[in-house]
């Protein structure tokens, strides 16, 4: 896999979620995350989407921590 791909997932119940996208494109998957939320047809709720907002924030943390000084 390109190294500049990244890949969040979910799942809930029989519905998989994968998420994958370039870095530098993490606003984008954000605003489709508020997409399918706010759509009533999905299961995908807030919930779901601040738990992988969160993953991807916690990702970005670990690669900022291993940048050198």
Same mark, same amino acid.
């Given at each position: 896999m390109d190294p500049d791909v990244r890949q969040l997932s979910l799942v809930k119940g029989d519905h998989r979620?994968? @998420?994958r996208y370039r870095n530098g494109? =993490?606003?984008d998957v954000i605003e489709s995350f508020a997409s399918m939320a706010t759509d009533p047809e999905s299961p @995908? +709720?807030?919930f779901d989407a601040a738990v992988l907002s969160y993953q991807m924030g916690r990702r970005? =943390?670990?690669e900022? +921590?291993?940048l050198p000084s």
């Amino acid at each position: 896999m390109d190294p500049d791909v990244r890949q969040l997932s979910l799942v809930k119940g029989d519905h998989r979620y994968v @998420f994958r996208y370039r870095n530098g494109r =993490e606003a984008d998957v954000i605003e489709s995350f508020a997409s399918m939320a706010t759509d009533p047809e999905s299961p @995908f +709720d807030w919930f779901d989407a601040a738990v992988l907002s969160y993953q991807m924030g916690r990702r970005l =943390e670990m690669e900022i +921590d291993q940048l050198p000084s």
